[in-house]
Nanobody, 133 residues
């Protein structure tokens, strides 16, 4: 089980920026993919951005060109830089981790192939709220 702790959420006006962080308990030898998934009450979970164990990235169509996911391998922390935020970006943002053998379907889910469920990742953080008005 991987421990994930998100931070950096908040309230921002339309067009603003936020940077989310996800501190993990992974070590540099871990073979995991990581991603950000958001949810609005009453709606399904939605993949936002993912980074595979080899550093390759994927994004949901709705955030491409605005969000960037990155990883600090030394600190095993994942970041989500969000720019040009829109009200529809509002939601609880969860950091999620999956083991290497299951990374392909995890990354597919992130970019909108298939449905994101609780079972889409082995580990989840508690979430950080992002509100855009």
């Amino acid at each position: 089980h991987v421990q994930l702790v998100e931070s950096g959420g908040g309230s921002v006006q339309t067009g603003g920026s936020l940077r989310l962080s996800c501190a993990t308990s992974l070590n540099p030898d871990s073979r995991y993919c990581l991603g950000w998934i958001r949810q609005v009450p009453g709606k399904e979970r939605e993949g936002v951005a993912g980074i595979d164990w080899d550093g390759s990235t994927t994004y949901a169509h709705s955030v491409r060109g605005r969000f960037v996911i990155s990883k600090d391998n030394a600190k095993q922390t994942v970041f989500l830089q969000m720019r040009s935020l829109k009200p529809e970006d509002t939601g609880m943002y969860y950091c999620a981790a999956e083991r290497l053998p299951l990374c392909p379907p995890f990354m597919d889910n992130i970019q909108g192939i298939g449905v994101v469920t609780r079972g889409s990742a082995a580990s989840w953080g508690q979430g950080t709220q992002v509100t855009v008005s």
